[in-house]
Each structure stands twice: as structure tokens, then as C-alpha cells.
């Protein structure tokens, strides 16, 4: 997932592989897989999404569920058993 910078509402996500089936409005929610995020997470929902010719992977444009605008608190965690 990244953020281009432009609009604070949308992202980009990377690296999807093109046989993972897709729909406009499908949700993305953090799978737990990673060290960092825990799982069952909305992260956000589906807006645009396109396979390039010849690559094996889409860019997937996507509205972010929070507004981050908004977000007042926050909390930094730092993992003692990370890297």
C-alpha cells in the first residue's frame, strides 16, 4: 500500500497477482501475514484497478477507510522483538 502524495482519501496498492479475482467496492483488510499489522484490519476499498499488458501483477487504486484528516491520536508502537 502506498500514498502518492496527491488526495489523503486514496492509495495505491502493489504487488497483487493478476489471477486474484477483483471487483470495484471489494474491501482490503490486513491478512495478519505480516509482522507489523495484525490481521482483520480495513485498510480500505477497491476504486479502480487495471492489468497492465504483460505484467503479471495489478495497480489497484484505492479509497483509504479512515479519513486522515480527521485522525486526532495516534499511537507509535515499537517492537522489541522486531528488527
Known sequence: MQWD???Y??????????HVQLK????IVSSGYSSIFP???EIAT?????????EF????KVDFAID???V?????VKNIFGE
Open 57 to 60: 501483477f495489478y495497480d489497484i
Open 68 to 70: 486522515y484528516k480527521n
Open 24 to 27: 470495484i467496492g471489494d474491501t
Open 5 to 7: 502524495g496527491k488526495d
Open 72 to 76: 486526532s491520536w495516534v499511537y507509535v
Open 9 to 18: 482519501k486514496e492509495g495505491i496498492l502493489k504487488d497483487i497477482p493478476n
Open 39 to 41: 490481521a482483520d484490519i
Open 46 to 54: 477497491i476504486k479502480k484497478f487495471e492489468k497492465l499488458e504483460g
